[in-house]
């Protein structure tokens, strides 16, 4: 049976090769830094580093690594079970009580990943009597979960509240028992910010609860890192926090969901990601409790990713390159074509330059990009090195 299914499957892989989609996976042979060692071609070599989600640098971290090693001895190595039934420990209950404390929530419960955090929710909270209302562009683990549940779906355009409005008053419409309006509080293929003062008006004129996957925003935005409702002033009027461990806050696995107390109870005993997966382990708990520990004093990072930041953006401008606006580490550099966007990509690696070409389907056919993404590791010298590398790899591009 498997020979003609094969004969299809071969014939997929040309297709989305001979149309540029074909996305490589290098190799690394060093810890994840501002610097790695890439395999290219078989040749391994140091590269700079600019398309992690390593924001503040923390995923070499020595404090972080260190405590990894204490808890290796002290919790070991895994659970072998699920939370309910012999897979909690006192390390799992410390960091959701620290996450919690650190967004302003009352409970939140762990995950060993966003992606199951969003897909353990909507199925758990709504039926089918209620209405989840999502922005066009938020994250595939959203639009999993949402797909999950048997709620009534309304779309709006990204970031467009008066869309928004318009779905709000249709679900009301239609009677829906409860309303919940679900955004990313970074869209992570743009670097734009959710509107999520806005959302919060609506969300009261509407009696609609507010659900934001921060994943690309805590630890380093807002004030005290504390993500996009800080920034924006509403951490007491947003309903429910998802996010990870895997990005800023140490770069491992692992995510959350932080929300009212009665929202994480009714998770821990219905949400099928949470009841039928494996603990995050230990290590990865203990060493997200030492970063939330350095982020009572990273101001000093959030600074220096701020700075790597708006000169990144300010220089590629002045180079004339079409980047999206905005003061997001997440800085793309729109290219448009996919086989050009791979094709810079392997030119700014082969000048140093470690960078990603996203296209469809992880961008919309013809908006091909490379996602720069900065990092409070990176010096002043390694943005501006990676400038240059841009304009001479266009140069080679167009000649």
């Given at each position: 049976?498997?020979?003609?299914?094969?004969?299809?499957?071969?014939?997929?892989?040309?297709?989305?090769?001979?149309?540029?989609?074909?996305?490589?996976?290098?190799?690394?042979?060093?810890?994840?830094?501002?610097?790695?060692?890439?395999?290219?071609?078989?040749?391994?070599?140091?590269?700079?580093?600019?398309?992690?989600?390593?924001?503040?640098?923390?995923?070499?971290?020595?404090?972080?690594?260190?405590?990894?090693?204490?808890?290796?001895?002290?919790?070991?190595?895994?659970?072998?079970?699920?939370?309910?039934?012999?897979?909690?420990?006192?390390?799992?209950?410390?960091?959701?009580?620290?996450?919690?404390?650190?967004?302003?929530?009352?409970?939140?419960?762990?995950?060993?990943?966003?992606?199951?955090?969003?897909?353990?929710?909507?199925?758990?909270?709504?039926?089918?009597?209620?209405?989840?209302?999502?922005?066009?562009?938020?994250?595939?683990?959203?639009?999993?979960?949402?797909?999950?549940?048997?709620?009534?779906?309304?779309?709006?355009?990204?970031?467009?509240?008066?869309?928004?409005?318009?779905?709000?008053?249709?679900?009301?419409?239609?009677?829906?028992?409860?309303k919940l309006i679900v955004t990313d509080g970074v869209f992570s293929m743009d670097g734009y910010l959710a509107p999520l003062s806005e959302i919060c008006d609506l969300a009261d004129r509407y009696d609609a609860m507010v659900?934001?996957?921060?994943?690309?925003?805590?630890?380093?935005?807002?004030?005290?890192?504390?993500?996009?409702?800080?920034?924006?002033?509403?951490?007491?009027?947003?309903?429910?926090?998802?996010?990870?461990?895997?990005?800023?806050?140490?770069?491992?696995?692992?995510?959350?969901?932080?929300?009212?107390?009665?929202?994480?109870?009714?998770?821990?005993?219905?949400?099928?990601?949470?009841?039928?997966?494996?603990?995050?382990?230990?290590?990865?708990?203990?060493?997200?409790?030492?970063?939330?520990?350095?982020?009572?004093?990273?101001?000093?990072?959030?600074?220096?990713?701020?700075?790597?930041?708006?000169?990144?953006?300010?220089?590629?401008?002045?180079?004339?390159?079409?980047?999206?606006?905005?003061?997001?580490?997440?800085?793309?550099?729109?290219?448009?074509?996919?086989?050009?966007?791979?094709?810079?990509?392997?030119?700014?690696?082969?000048?140093?330059?470690?960078?990603?070409?996203?296209?469809?389907?992880?961008?919309?056919?013809?908006?091909?990009?490379?996602?720069?993404?900065?990092?409070?590791?990176?010096?002043?010298?390694?943005?501006?090195?990676?400038?240059?590398?841009?304009?001479?790899?266009?140069?080679?591009?167009?000649?």
């Amino acid at each position: 049976m498997f020979d003609s299914v094969r004969d299809d499957l071969r014939a997929t892989l040309d297709e989305i090769r001979a149309a540029g989609l074909h996305k490589p996976e290098r190799v690394i042979d060093s810890p994840q830094s501002a610097t790695v060692n890439v395999s290219a071609g078989g040749r391994p070599g140091e590269v700079l580093n600019f398309c992690a989600n390593n924001y503040l640098g923390l995923a070499d971290h020595p404090e972080v690594i260190a405590a990894a090693h204490t808890a290796l001895d002290r919790w070991g190595y895994g659970m072998a079970s699920v939370r309910f039934i012999c897979g909690t420990q006192e390390v799992h209950k410390e960091l959701e009580a620290r996450l919690a404390a650190f967004l302003g929530q009352e409970d939140t419960i762990l995950y060993s990943s966003c992606f199951d955090a969003n897909g353990g929710v909507f199925e758990t909270l709504l039926g089918e009597q209620d209405a989840v209302i999502s922005d066009a562009l938020n994250h595939a683990s959203i639009i999993d979960g949402i797909r999950l549940s048997k709620a009534r779906r309304f779309r709006y355009a990204n970031r467009d509240m008066a869309d928004l409005e318009r779905q709000l008053k249709e679900a009301s419409d239609d009677g829906a028992r409860r309303k919940l309006i679900v955004t990313d509080g970074v869209f992570s293929m743009d670097g734009y910010l959710a509107p999520l003062s806005e959302i919060c008006d609506l969300a009261d004129r509407y009696d609609a609860m507010v659900m934001v996957d921060d994943s690309h925003a805590v630890g380093f935005v807002g004030p005290g890192g504390r993500g996009t409702p800080e920034l924006h002033g509403v951490m007491d009027r947003v309903d429910i926090i998802t996010g990870t461990l895997g990005k800023a806050l140490g770069g491992a696995s692992g995510g959350y969901v932080a929300a009212r107390a009665e929202i994480v109870a009714l998770l821990r005993q219905r949400s099928r990601p949470y009841l039928f997966s494996n603990t995050l382990a230990p290590v990865i708990a203990a060493a997200s409790l030492k970063v939330l520990d350095l982020l009572e004093s990273a101001g000093d990072l959030r600074e220096k990713l701020a700075e790597n930041t708006a000169l990144f953006r300010r220089r590629m401008t002045e180079e004339g390159f079409d980047i999206l606006p905005g003061e997001h580490a997440i800085a793309p550099v729109m290219i448009g074509d996919a086989a050009k966007a791979g094709r810079m990509a392997e030119l700014l690696l082969e000048r140093g330059v470690y960078v990603i070409g996203f296209s469809y389907p992880v961008v919309p056919q013809g908006q091909a990009r490379i996602r720069v993404q900065l990092s409070a590791a990176h010096s002043t010298d390694d943005v501006n090195r990676a400038v240059d590398a841009f304009v001479a790899a266009r140069a080679e591009l167009e000649a």
